[in-house]
């Protein structure tokens, strides 16, 4: 009886161990780092919306190891600039793409 259990022990254990390895992204990454990605999209995207010029706008909001890169498109250079602004004023930010397109110059 005390082998059953200790084999039952043993075998968890083992899968504890893989668990834990295994908790990495193809991209080496861990849940930590990938939770926080996300974090900083939704606090992005939070303080777009929280913008009323620009409200309405279809932006994109993408994070990988704090690099944000905003796609879409608005209609003036200010407004592009200010999506910019907005996404660097986030904690956790390390660098913004700002892939925007504009209607007008």
């Given at each position: 009886m005390m082998r059953k259990?200790?084999?039952?022990?043993?075998?968890f254990a083992v899968l504890v161990i893989s668990c834990l390895?295994?908790?990495?992204?193809?991209?080496?990454?861990t849940a930590g780092e990938v939770i926080d990605d996300a974090t900083i999209t939704t606090k992005?995207?939070?303080k777009l919306f929280d913008e009323s010029i620009l409200r309405g706008f279809a932006i994109s909001v993408?994070?990988?190891?704090?690099e944000v890169?905003?796609?879409?498109?608005?209609d003036t250079n200010e407004q592009k600039d200010r999506v910019g602004e907005i996404a660097r004023s986030v904690t956790g930010v390390r660098k913004v793409n700002n892939l925007l397109n504009t209607k007008k110059s």
């Open positions: 259990g200790s084999l039952v022990g043993a075998a390895v295994a908790c990495q992204t193809p991209a080496g990454r992005v995207k939070a993408k994070t990988f190891e704090g890169t905003l796609t879409g498109g608005v």
